[in-house]
Nanobody, 120 residues
């Protein structure tokens, strides 16, 4: 069983910054990819950023140029640096790890979520 533990959420003013951390219970190189998702009240969970095993990253259009995903393989951790935060970034942020299955498809693991609130 994989455990993902997020930290770093909180309350910040518009224009401020936060850094989220996600610590995995095993080597993150065992995952096909790791990413950050968010879910605002009344909305569906959406992808924010993802980093694949080879290092390729992808971002939602709404956060490009403001957020940066990175990882530290030695610490089995993934990070999300969030700059120039906006009130619309307010959501619960979830860490995700994906494993490709030999039978096809993928298995997803999730953290418990961390609240990010951006005040105007």
């Amino acid at each position: 069983q994989v455990q993902l533990v997020e930290s770093g959420g909180g309350l910040v003013q518009s224009g401020g910054s936060l850094r989220l951390s996600c610590a995995a219970s095993r080597s993150i190189l065992s995952f096909y990819d790791m990413g950050w998702y968010r879910q605002a009240p009344g909305k569906q969970r959406e992808l924010v950023a993802v980093i694949r095993r080879g290092g390729v990253t992808n971002y939602a259009d709404s956060v490009k140029g403001r957020f940066t995903i990175s990882r530290d393989n030695a610490k089995n951790s993934v990070y999300l640096q969030m700059n120039s935060l906006k009130p619309e970034d307010t959501a619960v942020y979830y860490c995700n790890a994906g494993v490709l299955l030999v039978t096809g498809g993928r298995a997803d693991y999730w953290g418990q979520g961390t609240q990010v609130t951006v005040s105007s």
